[in-house]
């Protein structure tokens, strides 16, 4: 066995993030539902992100990854690849199995880890232990998070999709700290999707105490304080559940109401300017708000307070510090597309009602004009009942897709 | 961080097994089939395991735990708790969120793991890798495996349920060696469960040919011999399952055609007992035919071959020890009960579709004499969608239960 390095050694030597291109702007929404200002001004978002007919979230996990590998020269050292997600297609057969031939190994270790949201820091802690150990060999880890969140016609203001593919080894940009680490785990019901129900069953306000009951309960019983982090990344489903966050964070360290404001504004602002555009990412969630904060380069040198959180119920807060700054023109960090180019009718938002069948959903494309880009993977077909098959969305065009 | 001991240093210290009560007699079905002797000379097996109407895989899996947390003497020293299913009712929720009460514990690690059977090893190797990192400060962990294999009535010779809770820690009955193991994954379709689909979509002479390829990959990377091992314990789904695992090998190790019947005899038949009576136990089932050999008690000081497999595809071969011998009367293994009591008309052995809702499921026990007994867990009700309410098989009977 490879001596082990200590834990806070290994962290994200890169990550990249995937957007849907495909954007709903919130006033359009808010027009439609005739409740203006409500998501905008109550809830921060600007616009969610509606994937494509042709997107699944096999599909979503297969671009993050592979613009992943791109980024990091096509590494042939992963020992480990595990997937989160609350949004599978198929009961038995992991997403992971679906990526693992990208890779081009046979001999990897890890397969899908679900809790809700949380499932993307269960995994990347189990990342964390797997490399750890040293059974590995000095082989690297790869977490890929993958959501497409759909809350039913209703609630489509919740809607959103997101990707994250994170490269975890011993050289990291962002060392992740688990050692002093607070977990919370209990039976709680804020959140469900029970298999015979279409959409996800929920009560928004417990969701939201919940998440910030957990966050209370992690900072009592972390070993270190407010001084000891410059940033806050939580987990959210809207921008205005970070602010709930930030406050929460603010009251257990005395801030006075008047300092909340600025204390929002020095220390979480900054990670939320991905998912005002994006919405709800489920899994994806925390870790495309840290992919934002690199993004804007002032956190290199600096400890990061990252809170996880998924219904049901689980929370962790742990640390994280940024090590070294991102190379200049750096592709460790892949940002997402068109986060500036809101452009689908409101009417388009709702959801496609996923856990259709392959064939049912091709036929959407049919009906829409919502394509994955050339640059994203999409679903093109299914040889048989539960055997989808991918490709680049320009190598489907080139070959006439599955129509 | 506490000093890491080497990984073969933690193992199972106590397990328990449940297996639902009643039985179809394979003899009785196949009249019904008209197939003489294919599903018991073919398939090996006398009997499979039909779960009560008031259970599903949560309750399996409370049963479980909750036997396994009698016998070891309610341990409050618990950091992680891991669920591996195929057999999931949720999307989103995990079944560790509804177990987690059990141990009266709210700051536990882990979560569900899955893919297909290998979800159980993927979730030991997990928690193994948790407790080698020292971040639990000596506490130990907790694997749940449950499922129900329901594959339709065409196919319910196939069926089966199980259970299996194992308490894993630093004083072992049974080290877990994973540092000299072997994993293979790649992307295989000869199972799976599609959400649309109530049934699994499978290729079962695939699934048997994979099973043996991946066995046979791994013993040529495994840095270790026939020699090396005493026993071979397999992944299964049914008994016949078990002696191709056991011909593969000793093909691999060139024994002679003559000689593979003793070959099965020694190194693998003793694990068989119980699978014979149960059926496919998904997750559950290398462990519960390691529980099989334990209980016999001639597999003290001796090395075992693990080989987990799961379609789709993933497994690992690798090591264990059994390092002291059970106490006498010991409550560390608890044998499945009624495995001599094939008591139901093979007509009862269909699936009962358990993806339905709870309050659907709950009305078949108005038409069945199948009920949990009054040791096991039962689904007693559902206060709201997708919040299914379990307790003690007697406790439901006592208040009247949900009807």
Not at 108 to 133: F, M, N, R
Not at 279 to 290: P, Q
Not at 332 to 352: F, K, N, R
Request: proline content about 5%; some cysteine; charged content about 20%.
């Amino acid at each position: 066995v490879a001596s082990a390095p200590a834990p806070s050694s290994f962290g994200i030597e890169a990550m990249a993030v995937y957007i849907p291109v495909n954007r709903v702007a919130q006033p359009d929404l808010e027009k439609m539902h005739s409740c203006e200002g409500k998501y905008t001004r109550g809830l921060g978002q600007r616009a969610i992100a509606v994937p494509a007919a042709n997107e699944d979230s096999v599909s979503m996990a297969f671009t993050a990854l592979s613009r992943l590998m791109v980024a990091a020269g096509e590494p042939t050292d992963i020992g480990f690849l595990a997937v989160a997600t609350e949004s599978m297609v198929d009961r038995s057969k992991s997403i992971k199995s679906e990526l693992v031939d990208r890779l081009g190994l046979t001999d990897t270790e890890g397969t899908d880890v679900y809790h809700a949201c949380y499932g993307s820091t269960a995994a990347i802690l189990w990342a964390l232990d797997w490399l750890a150990s040293g059974r590995g060999h000095g082989k690297r880890a790869i977490v890929v998070c993958t959501d497409i969140a759909e809350w039913g016609p209703e609630y489509c203001v919740l809607n959103g999709a997101a990707s994250v593919a994170l490269l975890l080894g011993p050289n990291p940009v962002v060392q992740l700290d688990a050692s002093t680490s607070a977990t919370i785990s209990y039976n709680g019901h804020d959140f469900c999707k029970p298999l015979e129900q279409p959409y996800p069953v929920f009560d928004g306000p417990d969701s939201v105490e919940s998440l910030t009951n957990v966050l209370r309960k992690c900072l009592a019983r972390v070993p270190w304080g407010n001084s000891d982090f410059s940033y806050l990344v939580p987990h959210c489903t809207t921008a205005m559940m970070c602010r709930r966050a930030s406050d929460t964070a603010a009251d257990f360290f005395g801030v006075p109401a008047k300092d909340r404001a600025s204390y929002f504004a020095a220390k979480v602002d900054p990670c939320t300017h991905w998912v005002r555009d994006i919405g709800s990412m489920f899994t994806a969630a925390m870790w495309v708000n840290l992919a934002c904060l690199l993004s804007q380069g002032q956190a290199v040198n600096t400890n990061i307070a990252l809170f996880s959180y998924g219904s049901g119920t689980m929370g962790t807060l742990w640390r994280a510090r940024v090590v070294r700054a991102l190379p200049a023109g750096s592709a460790l960090i892949v940002a997402p597309e068109g986060v500036d180019t809101p452009s689908v009718s409101p009417s388009q938002c709702s959801a496609l009602v996923r856990w259709q069948s392959a064939e049912e959903w091709l036929q959407l494309q049919r009906s829409t004009k919502m394509l994955a880009p050339s640059t994203a993977f999409a679903l093109i077909g299914e040889e048989q009942v539960g055997r989808r098959k991918y490709a680049l969305a320009e190598d489907a065009d080139a070959g006439g897709g599955a129509a």
